[in-house]
Structures are given as C-alpha cells and as structure tokens.
C-alpha cells in the first residue's frame, strides 16, 4: 500500500492533533484520547477535506473546471468543497436536498449554506427524497451541454478515491500513537456515506493494525450502513492493491443513536454536545459527531469500554450549529452578578 501512487493536492492541515481529553476521560472512566479532523483547515475544516485532497487531484487529473456534488441543506461536505474548488480556482455547484423539512431562517441559510454562497459555489434545492444521483448526472449533462468540464463528486465524496483520504488518516493516527507508545484499544466515530470507515477500515487492516472500529450510524439501520461500508472498503482495498484485505467482520456500526432520522437532533446528541463544550472546549455538530459521541458516551455509561484507551475521531460539522440554533436552550447563561 503506498498512497503516494495516487494523485492527491496536499492543502489539508495535517497530521490533525492527537490530544488526550483529561476531563471527558474522568467523567467517563474511560482513558478517552481525540483525533482532531474537524481542524484539518479549509473553510472551517472536517473529514471531506481528507477526501477531497484525492477526489480534487483526480478532478484536475482530468482537466475539469467545474464540480458538481450533493448533499443535505447543512451538508458540511458541500462547503467543504466549495473551498477547495475556490482555492483551485475551479466553478463548484452543489445540489442540496431537504432532509429535514425544517423552514427556519438559520437552517436554510445560515451555517454551512452561508460558507457555500461565500465560497462562491451555486446551490440548487431539492425536496427530499429525491434521487439524488439521477439528478446530479441531470445538471452534469446541462452544464457539460453548456462547454464545462465537469466532474461529478459523490455526495460525502464517497467514492474508493475518496476513502483514500481516510486510508491515510489510519496511517497518520497509528503512526501518532506508535510514536508516543501509546496503545489503541479502539477507535470510534460517526458514520454516515461511510467513506470515512470504509478508508479507515481499510488502512487499519492494510497495516494489521488490529485496532477495533466503531462507526456510529447518523442515517441508515445497522445492515445497511455495515454494507455499504463493506462494498465500498472492499473497492478501496482493491484500488490500493490489497483486494480483501477487509473482512467482513472487521466493520462494524452501531445505528442505535440516529434517533429519529437523518438531520434531526436527539437529546442524548444536545448533552453530548454540552459535554464535548463544558468539559474540553470543543464544538460538535448536531447531525454527525454529535450523534457518534452520543453513541460513545452512552456506551462508556454501559461500561462497553472497560479498561480501554479509546480514540474518538472529531469528523468536524460545528459550522451546522449555526443553523441548528433552534436546538439549545441557552437563557438561563444569561445572568445578573
Ligand atoms: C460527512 C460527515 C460525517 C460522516 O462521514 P462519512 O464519510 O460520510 O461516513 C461525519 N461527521 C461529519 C461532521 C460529516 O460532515
């Protein structure tokens, strides 16, 4: 497995931090360590810019001065893309899909959707449950009728050149932990398009790492979400050269913490938040890793983790808190001394 025989644009912040969080730990009983990819610098930063280093290179390997991609409204890989397309100079339209149903002013145009207009990418709206798929080669077709060359990046750029991206943050975060000696009994972190596990799960088996992972569903029931994982690190396995390396055992989600759908915040999701904000200063997103800390927290609460050093992978997503304000009561922080 050797990464660098793919082409990639290195303008993420990396390696992101590996940090202890000393608090959260004590809370937990748990030895709980963080792997900062919300810092990975672009536009805000989070896990899509690691894939996009890749799907970018691959989109200018190919001569386009357009990209084209999907998501929900508050889809943090659609801004993430509309920087990396600004950085390169090249066009970025963004098909947005209504997942949630919300009308608010903030979730509509605030947060994200703010970052993607700043950007200067165009967005398009769709009401949900669309295909989106069928309607990204729709406007694709329209552009490209119109002299672009446009290439198509899939929605969470999902794709076995996007998973590379996470391939090499398991490189990144092993290679952390082996030099400082410390031992990783498990890594956990939200799932969603799944090309985040999927290139984690890859790297770690490419290398017998032997450290387990934990995808926390945001979207799909558990079979689904380990399928989709599995067809797509099975793909990646076989793009770097290593077919099969990825067992199917080896990938494993837990989507008891979606709650009830894609996009809408849960309780255990809020205190999760309040937790991550209260005890170690950091901001998690009410759709992602808010959801996937949830999952953590609440399996640390059942003892899930004894004994264990476990790695939480931060996916980013704190700029969708700005169009997710409707979710916290915050009043009573305002006081008279
Ligand atoms: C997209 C996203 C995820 C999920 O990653 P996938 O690769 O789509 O599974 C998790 N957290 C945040 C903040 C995201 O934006």
Redesign the pocket.
Known sequence: MHLAHFPRLHLAHLPTPLEPMLRLSKELGIDLWIKRD?CTGLSTG???TR?LEFLMAEAETEGADMVITQGATQ???ARQTAAFAAKLGINCHVLLEDRTGYNNTNYNQNGNVLLDHLHGATTEKFPGGHDMVVEMERAAQKKRAEGNKVYVIPG???NPTGALG?VNCALELVGQANERGLRIDRIV???????????LVTGLAAMNADIPLL?IG?RAPRAKQEQMVYDLASKTAAKLGCPGVVRREDVIANSDYVGEGYGLPTEAGIEAIRMFAELEGILL?P???AK?ASGLIDLARKNEFEGQRVVFVH???AV?LFGYDFAFDHENRWVQV
């Open positions: 919300d989070g896990n899509k894939k889809s943090n890989h969470g750029g999902s996470y972190h939200a799932t969603g398009s799944s090309g985040t596990q999927a290139g995808g945001t997103d759709v992602y890793s996937g996916t980013g997503g969708g």
